[in-house]
Nanobody, 116 residues
Framework: QVHVVESGGGLVQPGGSLRLSCAASGSSFSFVAMGWYRQASGEQRELVALITSSGNPTYADSVKGRFTISRDNAENTVYLQMNSLKPEDTADYYC??????????WGQGTQVTVSS
């Protein structure tokens, strides 16, 4: 059984940085993509960043130049370095791990709050 667990959320001031981590355990197969979505209160879940097993990243326009996604394929782990955080980045951040079949495993989410 695959478990996806996020860590690293918290409260940070505007302009600050946070690093989110996510590990997908219990898997005997690799994931073609891993990444992050977020959902702010009252909003729909939206893509933040995705990275393929070959290391090709995709970013939402709103985070380009501020966020960096990376992964460790051997450990089935993905990271999101978030710099220059803004209040509008406040949301629950969800990690995903996607198989080649398209089936997607989701984590429980970690809260990020950007506020002074």
């Amino acid at each position: 059984q695959v478990h996806v667990v996020e860590s690293g959320g918290g409260l940070v001031q505007p302009g600050g940085s946070l690093r989110l981590s996510c590990a997908a355990s219990g898997s005997s197969f690799s994931f073609v993509a891993m990444g992050w979505y977020r959902q702010a209160s009252g909003e729909q879940r939206e893509l933040v960043a995705l990275i393929t097993s070959s290391g090709n990243p995709t970013y939402a326009d709103s985070v380009k130049g501020r966020f960096t996604i990376s992964r460790d394929n051997a450990e089935n782990t993905v990271y999101l370095q978030m710099n220059s955080l803004k209040p509008e980045d406040t949301a629950d951040y969800y990690c995903l791990a996607r198989r080649g079949t398209g089936y997607t495993y989701w984590g429980q989410g970690t809260q990020v709050t950007v506020s002074s």
